[in-house]
């Protein structure tokens, strides 16, 4: 049993690191001048963006999604009960119907709730070094 899950825990690690390689490909494709292979290399380039930056993207999230059956969903505190959003929405698929695409990963949470209750700021505009600590 243990080797079959070592086996499991080998195979998530290899797709990781596969997408992870991926990303930083088309990332640096699609602009050269970006070096993805530090993180912090990458913050120091693209610093911290204004509140008024922040706002037009929100305000531009909204004009593109109106009316599409679905909006903008940051901030949100997940901890939060209220809201007055009617549509009920499926469980996701079992973890083993799941794959890389389904799933992402971030330095801080994408929405408040649980452990991370700190608002890490606005970040560099591009969806690094925001969200909650």
């Known amino acids: 049993m243990n080797k079959i ?8 690690l290899a797709l990781i690191s596969t997408q992870i390689g991926v990303s ?25 963006v204004s509140d008024q930056v922040i706002a ?3 305000q531009n ?21 209220t809201g007055s959003n009617s549509i009920a929405f499926n469980a996701a698929p079992a973890y083993s119907q799941m794959n890389l695409c389904n799933i992402h990963f971030h330095k801080n949470a994408e929405h408040k709730g649980g452990e991370f209750t700190k608002y890490a700021g606005n970040g560099d505009g591009h969806g690094y070094l925001s969200g909650y600590q």
């Open 24 to 48: 930083k490909a088309i990332a640096e494709s699609l602009d050269p001048s970006l070096d993805v292979s530090d993180k912090d290399a990458h913050s120091s380039v693209h610093g911290p």
């Open 61 to 81: 999230l909204a004009k593109n999604t109106a009316g599409k059956g679905f909006g903008p969903q940051a901030p949100r505190d997940i901890d939060s009960a």
């Open 5 to 12: 899950r070592s086996a499991r825990i080998a195979i998530v």
């Open 56 to 58: 037009e993207q929100r």
